[in-house]
């Protein structure tokens, strides 16, 4: 691409701070949805509170609403125990245990594929399985190991919230017969309980919308933390985890977000999503109240309202590649 390309390609700061706030003015009339209530610390989250920001593949941050506000990020963690089961084992071995298909179910369904394998990584069953692949001696060290890793791409140190985790593991039964199942399956094949600890730890990790668009971003940029510098995981695992996202990160609902706003993306139960536009830009949304499927109503408008402003979906059709003659 020639430099007067790449500069009509460029999107003002200016340009972007005027698109968040009118995306953030108009979302946030949007009134449907409940807040997560398995738990209580889930369930007393102001539903009001609403944040959004964007992180380019340079590392600049733009952000607004309540971009600063630490949040439950549940689910969101999956595609970065993926990535870390990823780095530590290979895909190959990692694919032997957990599939990559959309599971067109709800995230905490109790169901395995034919040959016993959860359907992909970014539901529950697949999430607990990639847990007990990262390596470590017990439960405490996966833990530790995810949370740097996410921190990473972060750019800061998170922590896991004691209270959600507490709740977590008073309220996961479904997620220990998930254990129990996969591992009479062989899918899962390291303790139960050990592993269910290591899962329930990663789901009470926090972070701000502005954290979760440094970590976009750094899916964005290759694997490498465009603020810090520093390297996360390769490149080519990180093409594997934002393809897995793009197809099955938005649970049951994955087919029609790839179809309406085309970014590989993750969602979470405490209100959070992870966008990621390849190449250009991490997005981070948080708004607690979700629809039927779990993702956050106002989230996925926001996230769609911005795709359609800066033609990110990616089969959208960008600047051509040539192929010279010879
Ligand atoms: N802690 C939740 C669970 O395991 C996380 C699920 C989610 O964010 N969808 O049920």
């Known amino acids: 691409m020639s430099a007067t390309s790449n500069q009509e390609h460029a999107i003002s700061a200016d340009t972007v701070m005027a698109v968040l706030e009118g995306i953030h003015a108009e979302v946030a009339e949007l009134g449907m949805g409940e807040v997560a209530s398995y738990i209580p610390e889930l369930a007393e989250v102001d539903p009001a509170?609403?944040?959004?920001?964007?992180?380019?593949?340079?590392?600049?941050v733009r952000t607004v609403g309540d971009a600063d506000v630490e949040f439950s990020l549940q689910s969101v963690t999956k595609a970065f125990s993926y990535a870390l089961a990823i780095e530590d084992n290979g895909l190959d071995f990692v694919l032997q245990r957990v599939g990559a298909e959309p599971s067109g179910e709800p995230f905490n369904a109790i169901r395995l594929d034919p040959t016993g394998r959860p359907p992909n990584p970014m539901v529950n069953a697949g999430a607990i399985v990639?847990?007990?692949?990262?390596?470590?001696?017990?439960?405490?060290?996966?833990?530790?190991?995810?949370?740097?890793?996410?921190?990473?791409?972060?750019?800061?140190?998170?922590?896991?919230?004691?209270?959600?985790?507490?709740?977590?593991?008073?309220?996961?039964?479904?997620?220990?017969?998930?254990?129990?199942?996969?591992?009479?399956?062989?899918?899962?094949?390291?303790?139960?309980?050990?592993?269910?600890?290591?899962?329930?730890?990663?789901?009470?990790?926090?972070?701000?919308?502005?954290?979760?668009?440094?970590?976009?971003?750094?899916?964005?940029?290759?694997?490498?933390?465009?603020?810090?510098?520093?390297?996360?995981?390769?490149?080519r695992t990180c093409e594997n985890v934002v393809t897995v996202m793009a197809s099955c990160g938005m649970y049951?609902?994955?087919?029609?977000?790839?179809?309406?706003?085309?970014?590989?993306?993750?969602?979470?139960?405490?209100?959070?999503?992870?966008?990621?536009?390849?190449?250009?830009?991490?997005?981070?949304?948080?708004?607690?109240?979700?629809?039927?499927?779990?993702?956050?109503?106002?989230?996925i408008a926001a996230a769609r309202a911005l795709a359609e402003r800066f033609d990110l979906h990616i089969m959208h059709r960008g600047a051509p590649r040539t192929l010279s003659a010879r």
């Open 49 to 60: 509170l609403f944040g959004i920001a964007v992180c380019s593949a340079a590392g600049n």
């Open 252 to 299: 049951d609902f994955s087919g029609e977000w790839l179809l309406r706003v085309g970014l590989p993306a993750k969602s979470g139960v405490g209100g959070g999503l992870l966008a990621s536009s390849p190449a250009e830009f991490g997005i981070g949304i948080f708004s607690p109240p979700l629809d039927e499927n779990g993702n956050s109503v106002r989230a």
């Open 130 to 235: 990639t847990t007990s692949l990262v390596h470590g001696a017990d439960a405490r060290e996966r833990f530790e190991r995810i949370a740097q890793f996410l921190g990473a791409a972060a750019g800061r140190s998170l922590s896991a919230n004691d209270a959600v985790y507490r709740s977590e593991v008073l309220t996961g039964d479904r997620n220990r017969a998930l254990g129990f199942l996969m591992r009479s399956a062989e899918s899962l094949v390291a303790d139960v309980d050990e592993t269910l600890d290591a899962y329930f730890l990663q789901c009470a990790i926090e972070a701000t919308a502005r954290d979760v668009a440094v970590m976009g971003a750094t899916l964005a940029n290759g694997g490498v933390n465009p603020v810090t510098g520093v390297r996360v995981m390769t490149e």
